[in-house]
């Protein structure tokens, strides 16, 4: 297909004729393959990178450039995901996959607390169920560095064009996008992407209407009410839940420099950073609730968005630290849950502790008041 009739080469994936020139170039990339020596080479051998390195490349190579197509590509990230769950988390479960019609394909529509561990454990539940793994939406403010944009676009992830101001730009832009999503779940491809921009920094889980405008403007082309069109993308909410958040000292030292200073300046290849520290920390427990295909509740965006946020909120799965946080008396949270909660309390600096315990407060408060 050329380009000219592949009308959205320059938001998707990369397909299997393009997967082994991508891996070239990424193993090509002195700045991939020094982030890689940087989490893979013990410290004791820097000094001897004039050797290390170009071993290190010579094996990337070897290994990859067998890879060529997305499906064997993938089937090597999860070996590698296998390994970062084994390593990580205590377990990670799921509810409601099993509900799914494995030979449909649906919008999932989901809370967000890690930048790229969100969608990667979500396709290990599908990829782990015997289920297609989704295309990925991810923003453009996270592909600034050209070995970020192969690894995501080799991971089945799209490009959601945020940096563009322009009215007009802007508005072309979505419909654009709002056509690609249709278009994926329409050929059979379920799509992943989050329900607000950015990750929840405060623990506040919620959908956005402005989003779910967005994923409708294809519908205005197709004259389809906001409802009829809702129905044909098979929209699932999903809710992620982390005994222990990723990131969660980051974000809140985020949101305190905002409160006291009014804004935040993020350092370059401070995303990154947040990429690795997501997928090397510990996480605990983690669940992932998959809901229920929407069909009512969905007459508008506002409508949409509550209906999404019911079901993300409800299927919430509580962790021990939740209802320390909340000072919330529950029989089940053990003397070893409290332990391992003041543990990881004891790394907060001082004047962000407040904050982070408010991260882990929130989807217990906001399930109280939704009783």
């Not at 923003?139 to 009215?167: C, W």
């Not at 520290?277 to 992932?288: C, D, L, Q, S, Y």
Request: net charge positive.
């Amino acid at each position: 297909m050329s380009q000219k009739e592949d009308k959205f080469v320059d938001i998707r994936p990369y397909n299997d004729s393009e997967v082994p020139a991508a891996l070239e170039r990424l193993i090509n990339d002195d700045d991939f393959i020094n982030l890689i020596a940087k989490h893979n080479i013990p410290k004791w051998l820097s000094p001897f990178s004039f050797i290390t390195k170009p071993l290190l490349k010579k094996q990337l190579a070897k290994k990859w450039l067998k890879l060529n197509t997305v499906k064997k590509l993938q089937a090597e990230v999860y070996k590698y995901l296998g390994l970062v769950i084994k390593k990580t988390t205590s377990q990670v479960t799921f509810s409601g996959l099993d509900k799914l019609d494995k030979s449909k394909s649906y919008l999932f529509i989901s809370n967000h607390r890690d930048i790229a561990l969100d969608p990667a454990l979500l396709n290990w539940g599908m990829f782990s169920h015997g289920m297609d793994t989704v295309r990925i939406a991810i923003g453009d403010n996270l592909l600034q560095v050209p070995y970020i944009t192969e690894l995501m676009r080799l991971n089945k992830s799209f490009i959601v064009k945020r940096s563009i101001k322009a009215p007009k730009e802007m508005f072309k832009a979505l419909s654009h996008l709002s056509a690609y999503i249709f278009d994926s779940v329409n050929t059979g491809n379920s799509v992943w992407i989050a329900q607000k921009e950015g990750r929840a920094k405060d623990g506040d889980d919620y959908t956005d209407p402005a989003l779910l405008k967005m994923i409708q403007l294809q519908g205005r082309k197709q004259k389809l009410s906001f409802e009829e069109y809702v129905r044909k993308l098979n929209i699932v909410p999903v809710s992620i839940s982390y005994q222990f958040e990723p990131c969660d000292i980051a974000k809140a030292n985020e949101r305190f420099h905002k409160d006291k200073y009014g804004e935040y300046q993020k350092q370059e290849g401070e995303d990154m950073d947040s990429i690795m520290e997501g997928f090397r920390a510990n996480k605990g427990h983690v669940h992932m609730a998959f809901g229920q295909p929407i069909v009512d509740g969905c007459s508008s965006a506002e409508a949409l968005a509550q209906t999404i946020d019911q079901q993300i909120l409800s299927s919430f799965y509580l962790h021990p630290g939740n209802y320390i946080a909340a000072n919330h008396n529950v029989l089940d949270v053990s003397d070893i849950d409290k332990k391992q909660f003041e543990q990881r309390m004891i790394q907060v600096p001082d004047e962000l502790k407040e904050i982070v315990l408010g991260i882990y407060a929130k989807p217990l408060e906001k399930q109280l008041k939704q009783l």
